[in-house]
């Protein structure tokens, strides 16, 4: 009897103690809940507090929600290197005409910030090729055909599978085989080329100097783009010596593009799409050389230069031809991908059609005879569709263009000389 008495007791005490843990525990998880309420609605209320009197707060906040959203899933099929359109299934881009690349050589999309750079660069294109130099059947290691020798050394050399002059020696210098060598220069007239940057970490550096003559040999104007500069001295038409010198920032180890037009007596140089000089009163040149500076750590790599005579108006010229001929929209060679410098006058054509809302064009592109007449067709018929795409893009209806391909079928010159064929190699817009 008393063993049972002591069993019974000790449940009592365990039940009891039982009872008072799990009412502590119950009090604790109370108060714990409802200090977490009472934080949440703090909070509530300091944001109310935040946004009533902090508007940026507020649309913080959304564009972090807009973040955090799942992402779209991109499309199945090939992203096209080089207009970026994702969710192609053929060989050939939907968007621009690309061929699809093979497995292991994609390239990665362009940088639409240089396209959005030329788009709203004022450098204006010239209308008619006087001279071009695109390499096309040069030889390694030969003196490069299209132009003459005044100092130095010059040889056709292959960057990355690119044809390119090499102005190997210091101080070499070169100007273009012109019918008329010391006076070819039109009072209105823009010059183009392409360059290889250097490189700071390899130690190796470009510099290249544009020498704008008269009929005499003397400067004009020279130009000089080095690394971190452009330095420009000319003469105004009353002799005067003036000097102007612009920051200028070449990508390493890739190509640039500079420019020049020159317009009665006002000179620009722009460099990627950014104009660095603005020289509004100068003596007009009539021929011009290129030259290496004569440091021997320096690397001159060029190609694609062009001359052309300044241009028209487009609107002045669809009224008086009722179409618009144009060698400033370029690709790269047998491709169908739109050169960012080709941005410019591209803009200016949506500009025209925006500003012309019953203005209808066909695209027609135009090639010359080089490779075989399919293939030209074919090519043609791509970079009328890629230009189409990108007014397109630009916010030009799709009702008001149409594209068609010409490939050498309606030369404007004679494809037997090398002018003759930088004439063919255009693209018009015919007025519907």
């Not at 604790?28 to 809940?33: F, V």
């Not at 294109?125 to 299209?146: A, T, Y």
């Amino acid at each position: 009897m008393k063993k049972l008495l002591i069993l019974l007791s000790c449940l009592w005490l365990t039940t009891t103690m039982n009872a008072q843990f799990f009412n502590r525990l119950f009090d604790s998880a109370k108060k714990s809940a409802e200090n977490a309420v009472e934080q949440q609605v703090n909070k509530k209320v300091e944001e109310g507090i935040n946004k009533a009197f902090n508007p940026e707060s507020q649309q913080q906040e959304q564009q972090e929600q807009v973040e955090q959203q799942p992402q779209e899933q991109p499309k199945s099929g090939w992203t096209c290197p080089a207009c970026g359109h994702k969710g192609n299934t053929g060989k050939f881009c939907t968007e621009c005409g690309a061929k699809k690349p093979e497995a292991g050589n994609a390239a990665p999309a362009p940088k639409k910030s240089l396209e959005s750079v030329y788009a709203k660069s004022d450098f204006v294109p010239g209308d008619e090729i006087m001279f071009e130099d695109d390499l096309v059947g040069e030889q390694m290691g030969e003196f490069p055909s299209k132009w003459d020798l005044l100092s130095g050394n010059a040889e056709i050399a292959s960057v990355n599978g690119l044809t390119v002059i090499n102005l190997n020696d210091p101080s070499t210098e070169i100007a273009p085989l012109m019918k008329e060598p010391k006076n070819y220069l039109t009072e209105a007239f823009t010059l183009e080329f392409d360059f290889l940057g250097g490189s700071e970490a390899k130690g190796i550096y470009c510099d290249y100097i544009i020498h704008l003559r008269n009929m005499n040999g003397d400067d004009v104007v020279t130009i000089t783009l080095n690394e971190t500069s452009i330095y420009t001295f000319w003469i105004t038409p009353n002799e005067e010596q003036r000097e102007q010198n612009a920051s200028a920032s070449p990508k390493e180890d890739e190509w640039n593009h500079v420019a020049l037009s020159f317009n009665k007596r006002a000179l620009k140089v722009y460099l990627n799409g950014n104009r660095l000089v603005n020289i509004p009163n100068c003596a007009r040149p009539q021929n011009f050389t290129i030259q290496r500076s004569h440091w021997d750590d320096h690397r001159n790599l060029m190609t694609n230069v062009r001359l052309c005579k300044g241009a028209v108006p487009l609107y002045n010229r669809l009224m008086t031809d009722g179409k618009i001929i144009t060698y400033a929209i370029t690709f790269d060679i047998g491709k169908a991908n739109i050169k960012p410098e080709s941005m410019t006058e591209i803009n200016r054509i949506a500009q025209l059609m925006k500003d012309n809302a019953d203005l209808k064009f066909e695209v027609q592109g135009h090639t010359d005879n080089t490779g075989t007449v399919a293939g030209n067709q074919k090519l043609s018929e791509q970079r009328a569709q890629a230009i189409v795409s990108k007014l397109v893009e630009m916010g030009i209806a799709a009702n008001r263009l149409s594209a068609k391909g010409m490939g050498q079928s309606a030369p404007l010159a004679d494809n037997s000389t090398d002018e003759g064929r930088a004439k063919n190699r255009h693209v018009e817009f015919i007025k519907k």
